[in-house]
């Protein structure tokens, strides 16, 4: 496993002339870990669905080290090498947590011994593996949360996009999360992108951060100049609070 | 693995005694039955047969036919016609029938997943198809049209072209009720049946792991409308006569859906506890009708038995059997 150089370029969607995302176009670079944030409606979840394959862009190309994966279907774009998650999380509720992941092993491993196997082990990496008999349904939610993460991890992907999996969690369970996708980075190499309003994750986990509001890219940048950018201060940080 | 290992894989010994034990009982039940229980247990295993058929698509893929009449109907009709009209006994137009309703149950398909009518859209259009297929059999010259298509009652034992009595009848749909059992065991275990599984529980996710969903569901409307077009020729040479009026009746439809609503939904023992459960109390029913002149007793109890369950026992009467006798199977 190892990570793939995701670039978005002139990206545009429209909802029955509601124009949602509007000419944005950002790198992730193979093996980095990147972070999408902006106001609530700005967009950041259609970019994700563009890229995953859930809608095709009226305007611009997605392309997976160099490859174009716009207008691909979704398990298409998970061929390609595209692991997501969802904000509003997706169990497969009437499944246990380990046939869950399971789902998600098969893809690269058509062997159901072998599925469940490679399912096991990413369920103990993300701390699942007792929970492995439940049915999905009974999870909390920050299990839930972990479960998606599995399940998107099991495709084997050399893309991971993360919708907002800190939300809803603990601090301490935040820093579990970002330790264990550091750790993931950097021994897998995986490239990563995340939706992210927990600033306290972006600003541990980011190498670069891409700011969206009203559809458009207004800001880029590391951590330490989108913390003092003006605009993103204006509309979606705020002011600091005066000394 | 041998297929036979991979069957067993993970099954208790408990469990597969029992079920040598249960066919063992069923292929000798001929010679402890009268020619009534025969007959009885003979409604059971077709529909056993036909509910774990339908399962694949509701149980498994989570897709709602409730026009499934429509492959049984033509699959009947067409072996049942081959045979009238040119002597082509059904050991030959099965694969004609077989390949008839799995082109219907592509175009149905098709029509439904390419399109993403689910749930409710994707019944109605079930039946629609259903309904005027039925209709374009009433004026059929071919099948009879509304008047029907009898076959020649013949009690000479001709086992390939399916002549014969009860006893044959018995054997057959034996024989089909055990190899749907393998088949849905085999495929439930398989990447296929996971596949199934993640999509009826929610498709979009499905996808987003690599599930190909409208070629899965694909597979198993054919397979589900293939298998049941078997139960069709059965059917038609079971009773040697068909009309459109009835093959293709919503009712007949329903019917199907009943053991593994009531036996439990995506289990592959649902469909025959649930058979064994509506038939058996179907016939009492049909008795105490005619006992006491009141018609249409079995309707009323299987309306009842199906709101009772949908009330009481949601997930059907197997997996709380199953549990209370200290079986694994849960609903997947």
């Given amino acids: 496993m190892s990570g793939a150089r995701l670039e978005l370029d002139g990206i545009g969607k429209s909802f029955r002339g509601l124009r949602a995302v509007h000419n944005v176009s950002f790198d992730v670079p193979a093996g980095a870990i990147n972070a999408l944030i902006g106001p609530n409606g700005a967009g950041k979840t259609t970019i994700f669905n563009v890229i995953a394959g859930v809608y095709r862009p009226d305007a611009g190309s997605v392309r997976l080290d160099g490859r174009p994966i716009s207008g691909l279907r979704p398990d298409r774009v998970c061929d390609a090498g595209v692991g997501r998650t969802f904000q509003i999380v997706k169990p497969f509720k009437g499944l246990s947590v380990l046939e869950n992941v399971t789902v998600g092993a098969l893809h690269r491993r058509p062997a159901l011994a072998d599925a469940r196997a490679y399912a096991a082990d990413i369920l103990m990496q993300l701390g699942l593996h007792d929970r492995r008999n439940q049915a999905a349904e009974s999870l909390t939610l920050p299990d839930r949360k972990r479960l998606e993460v599995a399940r998107a991890l099991a495709t084997e992907p050399k893309l991971l996009l993360l919708d907002e999996v800190m939300a809803g969690l603990r601090p301490t369970e935040i820093d579990v999360m970002v330790t264990f996708l550091q750790e993931l980075n950097r021994r897998t190499g995986l490239t990563i992108l995340l939706i992210e309003h927990v600033m306290r994750a972006v600003m541990a986990l980011a190498a670069h951060i891409v700011v969206v509001s009203y559809g458009e890219k207004i800001a880029e940048g590391t951590p330490a100049e989108i913390a003092r950018h003006q605009a993103v201060l204006d509309v979606y940080l705020g002011e600091p609070e005066p000394a | ?332």
């Avoid at chain 2, 010679?31 to 077709?46: C, D, E, M, N, T």
């Avoid at chain 2, 987003?208 to 078997?230: E, H, N, W, Y």
Wanted: hydrophobic share 55%; aromatic share 14%; glycine share 12%.
């Fill in chain 2, 1 to 332: 693995m041998s297929l036979l290992a991979r069957l067993t894989d993970g099954v208790p010994a408990r469990s597969l005694w029992g079920l040598g034990l249960l066919l063992v009982l069923l292929l000798v039940a001929p010679a402890l039955l009268g020619k009534y229980g025969l007959s009885v247990l003979i409604l059971v295993l077709y529909f056993a047969y036909v509910g774990q058929a339908w399962n694949i698509m509701m149980g498994f893929a989570g897709q709602l036919s409730l026009g499934h009449a429509l492959y049984a109907g033509v699959g009947g009709y067409i072996a049942a016609g081959l045979f009238f009209h040119y002597g082509i006994g059904p050991w030959a137009g099965v694969f004609v029938a077989v390949l008839a309703a799995s082109v219907a149950g592509s175009i149905v398909g098709y029509l439904g997943f390419r399109f993403s009518l689910a749930g409710v859209y994707f019944a109605l259009l079930t039946i629609a198809f259903s309904e005027f297929t039925r209709i374009a059999f009433d004026h059929w010259g071919w099948v009879g049209g509304s008047g029907g298509l009898f076959l020649k009652v013949d009690a000479t034992v001709d086992i390939p072209n399916l002549r014969g009595g009860p006893l044959l009848f018995y054997y057959v749909i034996l024989a089909l009720a055990v190899g749907a059992f393998v088949v849905c065991r085999v495929l439930l275990e398989s990447r296929l049946g996971r596949y199934w599984l993640a999509i009826r529980e929610d498709p979009e996710a499905a996808q987003a792991v690599g599930v190909p969903v409208l070629r899965c569901k694909m597979i198993a409307v054919v397979i589900s409308a293939a298998m049941t077009s078997l139960a069709g020729v059965w059917n038609a040479f079971y009773y040697n006569n068909l009309f459109p009026e009835t093959a293709f009746a919503m009712g007949r439809s329903i019917e199907f859906t009943l053991a593994p609503i009531i036996g439990g939904l995506g289990t592959l023992f649902g469909p025959i506890v649930g058979a064994v459960v509506l038939t058996g109390l179907g016939e009492i029913f049909t008795d105490l009708s005619e006992l006491f002149h009141v018609s249409g007793l079995k309707q009323i109890f299987y309306g009842l038995a199906l709101l009772v369950i949908v009330m009481y026992r949601p997930a059907g009467v197997w997996p709380w059997l199953a549990e209370r006798l200290g079986f694994a199977e849960k609903r997947r």
